[in-house]
């Protein structure tokens, strides 16, 4: 089945440790978004990819990073993980196209800890 | 500025009552609205949108323009809706601005 896969499920580190997590796709999507979820609150969106093109959310902290080297893989980086970073990462896709809205299909996500 | 609001974090009923999840948004212009909703142990999935005026597992939702409002609704709630639900509004772009999430918990 075409899905989003996210690796690990669960990812520990420790305060300051660079930390990257994996997320690729089988829909051929051209859009890969990364979003931050806390306990109890919404998913944020941190940044996204159309195609090659990055695009970062205003707040989103320096600290965070992506790549995304083919259409297939999206990487989110951490250089220096804080206590503050723990928290679910959710990997979505979407296809923008003429007869395409905006519908996303996420991963399962990563549950990072920061020890 | 952007905002979409769900008053209720939890939300509980009986097994046959009806629901409904309420959802306002505050955004210019005309956005593409989405019900996004996370069962247990399942990973987040589109319910509805509303450009398709569809009905999902029976769920339907308005949209009141003069309101800002697009509350999702079922008129006889089932074990299996307990999840956790998300109005996202997609004001225009690649960006959907997710709700804080209405938990709801349909009882036997």
């Known amino acids: 089945d075409a899905m989003v896969i996210q690796n690990p499920r669960y990812q520990v580190t420790q305060f300051g440790k660079p930390v990257t997590l994996s997320c690729s796709q089988t829909l051929n999507h051209n859009v890969m978004y990364w979003y931050q979820q806390k306990s109890s609150q919404a998913p944020k969106l941190l940044f996204h990819y159309y195609d090659k093109d990055f695009n970062n959310e205003a707040d989103t902290p320096d600290n965070f990073q992506s790549r995304r080297p083919n259409t297939s893989f999206c990487f989110l980086d951490i250089r220096s993980p804080g206590l503050g970073d723990a928290a679910m990462y959710l990997c979505?896709?979407?296809?923008?196209?003429?007869?395409?809205?905006?519908?996303?299909?996420f991963g399962p996500g990563t549950r990072l800890t920061v020890l | 500025a952007q905002r979409v609001t769900q008053p209720e974090k939890l939300l509980s009923v009986f097994k046959g009552a009806p629901v409904e999840l309420k959802c306002n948004y505050s955004y210019s212009g005309s956005p593409e609205l989405f019900w996004y909703v996370q069962y247990s142990r399942q990973r987040l999935q589109l319910l509805l949108r509303?450009?398709s005026r569809e009905s999902i597992k029976g769920f339907t939702a308005d949209l009141n323009k003069g309101e800002t409002s697009f509350h999702l609704k079922k008129p006889f709630a089932q074990e299996e809706d307990s999840a956790m639900y998300y109005c996202a509004p997609s004001p225009g772009g690649f960006k959907t601005i997710f709700g804080a999430g209405t938990r709801l918990f349909v009882k036997a």
């Open positions: 509303h450009i």
């Open positions: 979505a896709t979407s296809s923008q196209g003429l007869a395409d809205d905006n519908e996303q299909f």
